[in-house]
């Protein structure tokens, strides 16, 4: 079946034994990560320095994005976390993501330049929320493993979302979310997403595309966001696009093996 025929109906959670294997894919994923570390450092494109706020996803905190802002400032980008505790969705954004967009506006006020942000899982689903709501200040968007189209029912964690949240993905504000959410944004974005997730289904991970808006397939886990080499590839290298004149993701080199041909759905 073609991609962009997927309904509801066609998209199922990640297996229990795919679910099971995320922590053993991670850890090989963190041993690449190491062992790459200096060849990324040296190769990946470098920042101009504009501002970059990463979200944590899902039950984590900005403990869970410390590499991977760590790997951002080496390379030259002013990074930022999202001080906003553990992410328990509108606990901690907001009811309306008044919290997060106050973020927003504080790092450019800072920084005095417009703010990429980068999200894993729920951390990207907030962060299309929050430039879709208001993109003055958003420079870009990269949603990593974000759940944020397609049935918010087929996860893992489901049940632990709601006991945390207090709200069911069953409810007719997560699916109006998932309705708008595989929709362009008004700001460039990438959805790095992959078949192997084993917490979230990869169908929900992708959105239409247009000139500004991109899927991005990649071999990884759905915690190897935080720890996969050709993830922190990428990210570099959208990140380093121009404000003018982007191009779309080609990938090469390497690393280039761990990706796949974009997808529409």
């Not at 703010?115 to 962060?127: C, K, P, Q």
Request: aromatic fraction near 8%; include cysteine.
């Amino acid at each position: 079946m073609n991609d962009s025929a997927l309904s509801l109906d066609d998209i199922r959670r990640p297996s229990a034994p795919a679910t099971a294997m995320e922590a053993v894919y991670c850890w090989f994923e963190a041993a690449s990560l190491a062992g790459l570390w200096p060849w990324l450092v040296s190769t990946a494109p470098r920042g101009d320095g504009h501002p970059v706020m990463v979200l944590p996803g899902f039950a984590t905190s900005d403990r869970m994005t410390l590499l991977l802002r760590h790997f951002l400032s080496v390379l030259g980008y002013r990074v930022f976390p999202w001080n906003l505790g553990w992410n328990f969705d509108h606990h901690s954004v907001g009811a309306n993501g008044e919290h997060i967009s106050r973020e927003i506006d504080r790092i450019r006020d800072e920084a005095g330049d417009d703010v990429s942000l980068i999200g894993w899982s729920l951390g990207g689903v907030i962060a299309r929320e929050a430039a879709r709501r208001n993109p003055v200040g958003v420079r870009q968007v990269i949603a990593l493993g974000s759940p944020f189209a397609g049935d918010p029912e087929a996860t893992s964690m489901s049940l632990l979302y709601a006991l945390t949240t207090g709200k069911s993905a069953r409810s007719p504000e997560a699916r109006a979310r998932s309705r708008r959410g595989v929709r362009p944004l008004p700001v460039p974005s990438s959805a790095i997403f992959s078949r192997s997730d084993g917490i979230t289904a990869w169908q929900n991970c992708v959105g239409q595309t247009d000139d500004i808006t991109e899927n991005i397939e990649v071999r990884a886990s759905h915690f190897g966001f935080m720890a996969n080499p050709a993830v922190y590839l990428a990210v570099a290298d959208r990140l380093a696009q121009p404000k003018e004149g982007r191009q779309s993701f080609v990938p090469e080199g390497p690393l280039a093996s761990l990706f796949f041909p974009a997808q529409t759905p």
